[in-house]
């Protein structure tokens, strides 16, 4: 009924979010996000940007490697270390020096894209999310596509090693944990080392038509954040990209 009565999918999903949703599933959530990323990466011929926009409606396990940061989906890593997944599913098992069980799957890059559109629905191929692979570039992209989509604002969203701006107006948590990090951030308030290594990818949002952006913000860069939960998952919600936007109100 909801949806019918909103005409689009598009307008069901913002008018999810102007009223309590707390009731709603996450999972249907989760569903018109994948339905809006088909249509907007239809057509796509680069398989990290599809590979990028299931992390809207998918969540990651993330692993922290050295400098890498790496992108997995998190029901099949679950599935992988529980002794059930599929035959048909490409992944080396094995038991580390520590005891605890691994799982090896591919890392999806410029190199190997081709591989994913073979294996799209096994959910099965990894992402490096350090600051400039080209994983985060591509994300920037898809960021900047579902923005685009439904506002029809053109912007640029570009990754970022750090916050360091003396009038710092504006900030988009991608999801609770980095909603709640960014806020104390930006209040000044100390911030355990643990919790700030949380935080794994930062963005600068700007939009290329100032006019469309609140006059005392207009010209001011918007600051984006992912970061993940204490058991390391990556529980992106793309819609917070859409109603926290600082839009002039005839935006």
């Not at 692993?63 to 599929?86: F, K, R, T």
């Not at 894209?113 to 990894?126: G, K, Q």
């Not at 107006?169 to 290594?197: K, P």
């Amino acid at each position: 009924d909801r949806l019918l009565a909103a005409g689009t999918v598009e307008n069901c999903y913002l008018s999810l979010f102007k009223a309590d949703f707390s009731r709603i599933p996450p999972l249907f959530i989760n569903q018109l996000t994948q339905i809006i990323l088909r249509n907007i990466l239809d057509k796509t011929l680069y398989p990290l940007w599809a590979r990028c926009g299931e992390m809207l409606f998918r969540d990651q396990k993330i692993s922290v490697q050295d400098s890498a940061v790496m992108a997995a989906d998190a029901n099949i890593v679950e599935l992988h270390l529980s002794n059930q997944a599929p035959a048909n599913l490409e992944v080396v098992k094995g038991t580390s020096t520590a005891g605890q069980k691994t799982i090896e799957l591919d890392v999806l890059s410029d190199a190997n894209a081709e591989i994913y559109w073979d294996r799209s629905d096994n959910f099965d191929t990894v992402l490096d999310l350090r600051v400039w692979s080209q994983a985060n570039e591509a994300l920037c992209r898809v960021m900047e596509k579902w923005v685009h989509h439904f506002y029809r604002s053109p912007v640029q969203i570009q990754p970022l090693e750090q916050i360091s701006d003396d009038k710092w107006v504006w900030h988009i948590g991608l999801d609770a944990e980095a909603t709640s990090l960014l806020n104390d951030m930006y209040n000044g308030v100390d911030v355990a080392a643990e919790r700030s290594q949380r935080l794994i990818s930062l963005f600068r949002m700007e939009f290329r038509d100032k006019s469309l952006m609140r006059p005392y913000i207009a010209g001011r860069p918007i600051y984006l954040g992912l970061a993940m939960t204490a058991d390391n998952i990556l529980r992106i919600k793309p819609q917070n990209l859409l109603i926290n936007l600082p839009l002039a109100e005839n935006g």
